[in-house]
């Protein structure tokens, strides 16, 4: 009889046994256990729902913060967070309420806030504009918004030195399509040349922001949420108008991430009103630091369009993986899963799975997705009607709600956490850790 190795071993009084790869580096660990927040893991986290656009002709100011409870409770939601598991948090501080005048602040709600995120040792992605701008400010109309939000963004990085996560002007796209487009916020308007102002505003603001953030700190990391749409056109004929749209959902990204952008859409940009020095500052590179793609997706962002010209909700036909699979390969950017949530409690659940599997696949794919997030910790008001009116409707769409007990989403995240939480941003992430120096020239090889 043939004698083999593990005979030889046995006869030898030789160790047979075999642990696996009980020290790493090989196959490693399987990543389940609550996220440690090192350099190499994986960026779970939540939100604080923060909106503070204007209403009804700019008379009525909507404050997610203040309707939402989060000022009266910012202790016990932050610390809501640590007890999730949980190490990092989109946070918003409030704009419009800050900066009160050219070179005048307030911050006493904000050095609070930020206090108890560091005593709690919670990791901020810092959203600095969101849907809205100081009443002083006027709309996203105003071409003196970029050179006065980059001076904001400047003393905000100066305050707060141990922040290295941003996003400076959260969801570009949205904020001028409702503000501008919709008519929904702000300046209320729904013409084309407005929206392409509002863009134009929008991206020049996140890149001089970019820029005086990354002079306070050269390896700063910049998360820029985006939602991610798509309108699907049921008709037999496909209209130029879809085709045009579907086009300037990628508009914001391409200004600032300076992405040749296809004729129509160009000629779209110079009959509404961007010059040719605009354009060619837009082009002339990408913002400083370490960038993050970060893509938004709630099923309402798809859309069918029917041939009476209806508008439908149209829910994962295409999903979160293969919308921002086109954005990935569009940019080539790491990407984080930046906002996601239903309308609906008892299908929140189900809803988290299906966006984690979505993450799964991707990652599976060789697509780096760095992390994910649950929009937002506690309910939010009237986003059923994207706040346009004042209803004080409840939306359950929270990890808790607004009396700060869990609803059964939470219990689903911690049960995600435990199984994952310790995953690495791409396998042996180990071995290629999140560096503190600063950005250096980035070429596609």
């Known amino acids: 009889m043939a004698t083999g190795f593990l005979d030889v071993l046995q006869k030898s009084g030789g160790d047979t046994g075999y642990e696996g790869d009980q020290f790493g580096g090989a196959s490693g660990g399987t990543g ?25 002709n700019n008379t009525i100011r909507r404050d997610q913060l203040a309707e939402c409870g989060h000022y009266d409770n910012y202790k016990q939601d932050l610390a809501l967070i640590k007890d999730m598991g949980l190490k ?86 949205v904020t001028a399509k409702i503000s501008a487009k919709e008519g929904g916020w702000n300046e209320g308007r729904k013409d084309d040349r407005s929206f392409v102002t509002a863009i134009k505003n929008c991206v020049a603001a996140s890149i001089l922001a970019n820029h005086r953030i990354a002079k306070e700190r050269p390896d700063c990391v910049i998360v820029q949420s985006e939602s991610a749409e798509y309108v699907h056109e049921a008709r037999a004929e496909q209209g130029a108008e879809v085709r045009l749209l579907n086009k300037l959902r990628f508009l914001s990204l391409d200004l600032l991430y300076a992405h040749p952008i296809d004729s129509d859409v160009c000629m779209y940009l110079v009959d509404n009103g961007l010059t040719r020095a605009e354009f060619d500052w837009f082009m002339a590179g990408e913002p400083p630091g370490y960038q993050i793609m ?58 988290l799975w299906k966006q984690w599997m979505n993450i799964l696949r991707m990652r599976q794919d060789g697509v780096p997705v760095l992390g994910f997030t649950w929009y937002s ?39 995600l956490l435990q199984e994952f939480g310790r995953i690495t941003v791409v396998p042996h992430g180990d071995m290629f850790t999140l560096t503190d120096k600063p950005a250096t020239l980035k070429v596609v090889v």
């Open 294 to 351: 970060g893509n938004d997706y709630y099923g309402r962002n798809e859309k069918i369009l029917l041939p009476d010209g209806q508008l439908l909700e149209s829910e994962d036909v295409l999903g979160w993986y293969n919308i921002t699979r086109t954005y990935y390969e569009r940019y080539r950017k790491p990407v984080m899963h930046t906002e996601t949530n239903t309308l609906f409690a008892d299908r929140n659940v189900a809803w």
């Open 377 to 415: 910790l506690i309910d939010q008001i009237d986003w059923d009607c994207g706040l346009t009116e004042k209803n004080n409707r409840v939306n359950p769409c929270g990890l808790y709600d607004l009396q700060r007990q869990p609803r059964p989403v939470a219990d689903a995240y911690r049960q």
């Open 32 to 56: 389940t256990g609550l996220p440690t927040g090192g350099r190499d893991s994986f960026l779970f986290a939540t939100g604080i729902e923060c909106s503070y656009p204007k209403i009804q």
């Open 88 to 173: 990092a948090v989109r946070y918003g501080l409030p704009y419009y309420s800050i900066h009160t005048a050219p070179g005048k602040y307030d911050w006493s709600f904000a050095d609070d806030a930020m206090r108890e995120i560091q005593r709690l040792e919670l990791t901020p992605i810092l959203d600095l504009l969101h849907f809205g701008v100081p009443d002083w400010m006027g709309d996203f109309q105003n071409p003196e918004l970029p050179m006065y939000f980059a001076e904001y963004a400047g003393e905000v990085a100066k305050r707060y030195p141990w922040v290295r996560f941003y996003t400076p002007v959260n969801e570009i796209f």
